[in-house]
């Protein structure tokens, strides 16, 4: 800084900027309460339909995070700029302070171009000479280094953070200059340190890295400039190099405990640093994508999508880039199995020469591992993904239909049912599962639109077609041959959650309604786009899935919400006409009790065969998964069926609404809950009409809580007959359940109760 701007600075225009954006502050204030109480509010709880149902009501939850977005960055703006003017006045007070100190040692300042002179006075002199001029200089000099720091970090920082996104605003919040500035120093010193030759890493170096990355791994301003200081051949050479046993002993033998670590922290940070829309990130997405099907170095055979996938495990990466770089492996995968005619040799892990993945689940050599962990944490571009075609009929490949013609297959169709996954080791040297369970995991987040592992909230948006469609092709594809799923048992906890969250669109499949029959789709209402499914393709698909402990209770547990939400719906007196079921009351009551009987009876039948067939699984552990989901969801009863403000599409969703214990499908829950250990049939043995009537009897009970609670709730003159209505209607959706599965028994090869 011009020592001549300092000391002449006025500051006003300056303070002007910090009022108004103070001001401003307040404005955006109102307005984002405003979004989130008003426009958003009042989104979630419209009755929405269609079109609107998906898109419009996203698209308004999207826009009104938005205001919150623009308040945190105006925050950091006035911040920022609030800082950087209390730092700069006090820098100028220190100057003129300076230069009247020296007047009174008899020194003189004064402007020389763009920097200043201190000369002595003649008579009288300095005290000390000219060493007292030369420390008069040097202060003034580390006054204005001072000054011109604040001044160009405070520049850097408020234009980095302003071009963190072409469109939209950032939700990065700084407290003051300070922070920001420090965030991109340190960006740029450990960017420099994962530059360095593997081989002449240190293990304080190692240290400094992992702490700082773990640090900032969630800081927009830091992740992009690391990110973009590193580059994506550096980020892909930083990697192999740190992890290869042989490029650095010390810190491979004094640090290899910690490679998880640091491949976390590395992947969360570069997750952060995609959602910059800054033109460097889009040139490193695309380099990166571009070296993905390359040698990392000329010496290597270890590719580039190799490296990178592994550190996409963590975090949530920008979907365009999560397309782009999925479009480029799957063509890379094409090449290397001549289009699916066989297993992909490049990713041998013996190929590869180090554990590019150090969580123990797998060698890290398969790239669609972590690039499918990827896709489990962005939804949107999971659902792309696994839409998009892998080969078209045109294509030169095998697959072929049953008339033997050939037939176009899906990124779905090739990685659930046709890929020849390459053999891995967990840490144990068992077969890996990671593969596989990470297909599901980021099936998990395609289907329901929400990352895997968690329960849809009022945010997440009704299905639309595209998910809609993806969860026919899992049911036909399971009910096609149920190999798919009972050979890798360890997918259904994902696959059960998915069968939960469209329950809806299940139920209206055994009543074997569509949106030709009228009455169907008004007994189980659906917001956003329907699943369309074939009764046998549900039947097999539940069967299945009700083999495994978590995926059986999953779909038991939101069946048991699900059908008590129908009842509450139902009984509703305020219930629009045109919304109504063209049916009696008691025709109602049946027709919900039936369609969940059999559901229920359907799973009992998945169940015995995993207990009696040759799985030989216990009902303990039946018991133990269902009673962990009361972990999840007990208290978060609001469960609704599909339609308006408490009536969301997902029988979980419940968990964000926030229903309370009193709720119909509360105490359906916590009476399910309770009685949930008489329901071990453990006592029962193995006679299958025992284990059956028993099955059947349990939800005969349920049914009538929930249909007592409903007539209660809205005090329904014919809550005398509820007991009866549901009991008939449990017992025609055992028989339905029964029926339907002995037309499959060839397939399932159990033994059907009558």
Excluded: C
């Amino acid at each position: 800084m011009d020592f001549e701007a300092l000391h002449s600075a006025n500051f006003k225009l300056l303070d002007n900027v910090v009022d108004d954006w103070t001001k401003m502050l307040g404005k955006l204030a109102d307005l984002k309460k405003d979004a989130k109480d008003g426009l958003h509010g009042k989104a979630n709880k419209a009755n929405w339909a269609g079109y609107n149902a998906t898109v419009s009501r996203e698209f308004i939850g999207k826009t009104a995070g938005e205001f919150g977005d623009a308040h945190t960055q105006a925050e950091s703006i006035r911040n920022i700029l609030r800082d950087t003017q209390g730092e700069l006045k006090t820098q100028q007070r220190l100057l003129k302070e300076a230069i009247e100190r020296g007047r009174g040692n008899h020194m003189s300042v004064k402007p020389a171009g763009s920097g200043f002179t201190v000369t002595p006075n003649p008579d009288p002199a300095p005290a000390n000479g000219q060493k007292d001029v030369d420390a008069l200089r040097d202060e003034l000099e580390g006054i204005l280094r001072t000054a011109t720091e604040i001044d160009s970090t405070a520049s850097t920082s408020l234009k980095a953070l302003v071009d963190l996104t072409d469109y939209g605003f950032s939700g990065q919040k700084y407290a003051d200059r300070d922070s920001a500035a420090k965030a991109i120093k340190e960006a740029e010193n450990l960017a420099r340190i994962a530059k360095k030759n593997p081989e002449d890493l240190t293990v304080k170096e190692f240290d400094a890295l992992n702490a700082g990355l773990k640090k900032y791994s969630g800081d927009e301003l830091f992740s992009e400039r690391f990110a973009e200081q590193l580059g994506p051949k550096g980020t892909l050479e930083f990697w192999a190099g740190v992890t290869d046993p042989y490029k650095n002993r010390d810190v491979y033998q004094a640090r290899r405990e910690e490679l998880d670590d640091l491949q976390k922290n590395l992947s969360l940070t570069l997750a952060t640093a995609t959602q910059a829309d800054t033109p460097e990130m889009n040139r490193w997405k695309w380099e990166m994508t571009d070296l993905g099907s390359q040698p990392i170095n000329k010496n290597s055979t270890t590719q580039g999508f190799q490296v990178m996938s592994n550190l996409m495990r963590w975090g949530n990466f920008d979907d365009q880039f999560l397309k782009s770089y999925g479009t480029e492996l799957m063509e890379t995968e094409k090449a290397a199995t001549s289009n699916g005619r066989h297993g992909a040799a490049v990713w041998n892990p013996q190929l590869t020469g180090s554990t590019l993945n150090r969580t123990g689940e797998d060698s890290g050599s398969d790239p669609m591992i972590g690039f499918l962990k990827a896709l489990s944490n962005s939804p949107d571009a999971a659902t792309d993904f696994f839409n998009d075609p892998f080969l078209s009929k045109e294509e030169d490949h095998d697959f072929k239909t049953n008339k033997g013609a050939k037939e176009s297959l899906s990124n779905f169709d090739y990685l659930f049912e046709e890929r020849d996954w390459p053999p891995e080791m967990d840490e144990n040297r068992d077969n890996s599962i990671s593969g596989r369970n990470n297909l599901a995991l980021a099936l998990e987040a395609a289907t329901t639109g929400h990352p895997a592992g968690e329960l849809p909230t009022a945010d997440t948006p009704p299905h639309n077609a595209e998910q809609a469609d993806l969860m026919e092709n899992l049911v036909a594809s399971i009910s096609e041959d149920p190999n798919r799923l009972k050979d890798h048992g360890y997918m259904s906890d994902s696959v059960g959650q998915i069968a939960s969250e469209y329950l809806p669109d299940i139920n209206r499949a055994t009543a074997d309604g569509g949106e030709d029959n009228d009455s169907v789709p008004k007994l189980f209402p659906i917001v956003g786009s329907a699943a369309d499914m074939q009764h046998t393709d549900v039947t097999r698909f539940l069967a299945t899935v009700g083999q495994n402990p978590e995926g059986y209770a999953a779909i038991e547990v939101g069946q048991k919400a699900y059908m008590a939400g129908l009842m509450d719906y139902h009984l509703n007196p305020d219930l629009p006409a045109d919304s109504r079921y063209p049916h009696t009351t008691e025709e109602t009551i049946k027709e919900i009790a039936r369609r969940s009987g059999e559901i229920e009876g359907t799973l009992a039948i998945g169940r015995q065969e995993a207990v009696l067939g040759e799985a030989k699984a216990a009902d303990d552990d039946f018991e133990h998964a269902t009673n962990q989901k009361k972990n999840t969801i007990s208290g978060l009863v609001g469960l609704g069926v599909g339609v308006g403000t408490s009536f969301i599409a997902s029988p979980v969703v419940g968990a964000a609404v926030g229903g309370a214990a009193g709720t119909v499908t509360g105490v359906v829950l916590e009476q399910f809950f309770k009685d949930t250990d008489p329901h071990n049939l453990s006592d029962v043995g193995h006679d299958v009409g025992l284990r059956w009537e028993a099955s059947k009897d349990a939800q005969t009970d349920m049914s009538r809580v929930a249909g007592e609670e409903a007539a209660k709730a809205h005090k329904s003159p014919d809550a005398e007959r509820i007991q009866e209505w549901t009991r008939i209607g449990t017992t025609d959706g055992f028989n339905d359940a029964s029926t339907a599965a002995r037309r499959m028994a060839d397939d399932l090869e159990t033994e059907i109760p009558t």
